[in-house]
Each structure stands twice: as structure tokens, then as C-alpha cells.
């Protein structure tokens, strides 16, 4: 089944620099790929959504670039804020679109 | 906007013990999941289900059962809890879409 590899586990930038988180897939046939952002005590929520025909998005300060050919996801933070730290989870669906497989997540910590 | 509620958020129970974590959507969704979340393993499906009565397996369903009794009420069993089952599990909705709405997770530890 599908593989879900996210680094770095943890990621700390001072306030106003750039967070890079990076996912990679294994299976080529991904069509769906999101990131989630969990603040603590909280469930996940929706950050952003990229389908297969897009390389680039960008939204609010978050920029989300697929790289199809190489199976990898990343996600960039520009000018990070201390209300930015969360724990940010890639995920990603075949087709069916309805069964997500998770990337283990990447706790950020923004210092002021 | 979106609401998913679980209950209870916080259990303790023993070993053998049994376990109900309870979720309840008003979405109108279909699709319905529970997740565990540890450290070092990230999100792990356990089951989930399409509609009253269907239930599909997700990737760790040893030592869980669950059951969607209504569209909104999806619940997880654990009939003989073990300390392995010690984490925080979080119930989901959606529409099909991929976008998940999570409800706030429900603390389970199993002494």
C-alpha cells in the first residue's frame, strides 16, 4: 500500500523566517495530496488541497509544491509566526479520494 | 461549520477492560473514520464506513471493532482493552472530498 515518508519530525525558525516541510509518496498512481494543520489539544484541520494537475499553490503565506515525477509534496511557511506552531501533517488518496494515508507529522515551533 | 463530537475525551480503564469511544456528526457526510494518533506512527486508520451499517477495515483494525448504527453516530469498541491500545483517537467526517473534519480527540489509557 501506499507510504507516507514527512521530515523533519520536529522543525524550529525564529518568527519571520520560512518552515520547509517535505512529504514523499510511493505510489504513483496519488491523485490527491493535502496539509493539515493540528494545533495542541485539537483535531486536524485542512490547510490546503493540491490535485494531481497542479505543480504550485500558493495561499496566505503557505506555498505547496508537488513534484509528481520525483513523488514528493512540500510545504512552505513564509514568514513564520509564533501562532504558527502546530504539529503540520501531510496526507495523501488514490482515485477513490475518500481514504487518506497520513505522513507522521512535523512539529514546528515558531520562537519570537 | 463542520462538527464532529466524540465522547467520552478522557478514559482510563484496565486490562480486559471494555471500551466505547462514541462520535457523532451533524455534517450530513457520508464517509466516517477513527483514527489513533501516537508518537512516531502519526495518523493510523482503524475503520471506517461509508453509511449506516457498512463498515470498512483501515490499516490497524486488530483489537477493535466499530459499528455506524445511524448516518451521524459512528462508534469504536474495544472488548478486551490492552496497554498497546493506550493513545488518542480521533474520529473524522467527510463528504468524499478528502477533506476531513476532525472531531477533538478522545484520551484512552489502558492500565
Known amino acids: 500500500g501506499e507510504q507516507v515518508e514527512q521530515r523533519p519530525p520536529h522543525l524550529s525558525v525564529r518568527e519571520g523566517d520560512s518552515a520547509f516541510i517535505i512529504c514523499t509518496y510511493t505510489?504513483?498512481?496519488?491523485?490527491?495530496f493535502y496539509w493539515y494543520k493540528q494545533e495542541p489539544g485539537a483535531g486536524l484541520q485542512l490547510l490546503m488541497s493540491?490535485?494531481?494537475?497542479?505543480d504550485r499553490k500558493e495561499e496566505q503565506g503557505l506555498t505547496v509544491l508537488l513534484n509528481k515525477k520525483d513523488k514528493r509534496l512540500s510545504l512552505n511557511l513564509t514568514a513564520a509566526h509564533p501562532g504558527d506552531s502546530a504539529v503540520y501533517f501531510c496526507?495523501?488518496?488514490?482515485?477513490?479520494?475518500?481514504?487518506?494515508?497520513f505522513g507522521k507529522g512535523t512539529l514546528l515551533t515558531v520562537t519570537p | 461549520e463542520a462538527a464532529v463530537t466524540q465522547s467520552p475525551r478522557n478514559k482510563v480503564t484496565v486490562t480486559g477492560g471494555n471500551v466505547t469511544l462514541s462520535c457523532r456528526q451533524t455534517?450530513?457526510?457520508?464517509?466516517m473514520y477513527w483514527y489513533r494518533q501516537d508518537t512516531g506512527h502519526g495518523l493510523r486508520l482503524i475503520h471506517y464506513?461509508?453509511?449506516?451499517?457498512?463498515?470498512q477495515i483501515g490499516d490497524v483494525p486488530d483489537g477493535y471493532k466499530a459499528t455506524r448504527t445511524t448516518q451521524e453516530d459512528f462508534f469504536l469498541l474495544l472488548e478486551l482493552a490492552s496497554p498497546s491500545q493506550t493513545s488518542l483517537y480521533f474520529c473524522?467526517?467527510?463528504?468524499?472530498?478528502?477533506?476531513?473534519?476532525f472531531g477533538e480527540g478522545s484520551k484512552l489509557t489502558v492500565l
Open positions: 473524522a467526517s467527510s463528504g468524499g472530498t478528502g477533506q476531513l473534519y
Open positions: 505510489d504513483s498512481a496519488t491523485a490527491y
Open positions: 493540491v490535485f494531481s494537475n497542479v
Open positions: 496526507a495523501v488518496s488514490g482515485g477513490s479520494n475518500y481514504k487518506l494515508t
Open positions: 455534517n450530513s457526510h457520508n464517509y
Open positions: 464506513s461509508y453509511g449506516a451499517g457498512n463498515l
